[in-house]
Nanobody, 115 residues
Framework: QVQLVESGGGLVQPGGSLRLSCAAS????????MGWYRQAPGKQRELVAA???????HYADSVKGRFTISRDNAKNTVYLQMNGLKPEDTAVYYC?????????WGPGTQVTVSS
């Protein structure tokens, strides 16, 4: 059974940083293209960062230069380092394979950027 469990969210002031973690079980993240997604209230879920099996990365324009996706194969974990956070980054953040598989969605982790 595949489980992707996100953690690391919280409340942060504008300009602050957070690092999200996605611990995978039942699947090797190193053998899959992985992505971080987010869903803000009233909006569709969107892909914000992706990392390929070969390690190449892709970012949504809205987070480019501020977010960094990485992977620790030994820990079977994918990370999202978020710097320069803005109120518009407020959302529930999820990880999944890329493209996503519906059965793999986890509970997500809430990120709130507010002063």
């Amino acid at each position: 059974q595949v489980q992707l469990v996100e953690s690391g969210g919280g409340l942060v002031q504008p300009g602050g940083s957070l690092r999200l973690s996605c611990a995978a079980s039942g699947i090797r993240s190193s053998n899959n293209h992985m992505g971080w997604y987010r869903q803000a209230p009233g909006k569709q879920r969107e892909l914000v960062a992706a990392i390929s099996v070969l390690g190449s990365t892709h970012y949504a324009d809205s987070v480019k230069g501020r977010f960094t996706i990485s992977r620790d194969n030994a820990k079977n974990t994918v990370y999202l380092q978020m710097n320069g956070l803005k109120p518009e980054d407020t959302a529930v953040y999820y990880c999944n394979i890329n493209p996503p598989w519906s059965a793999y969605w986890g509970p997500g982790t809430q990120v709130t950027v507010s002063s």
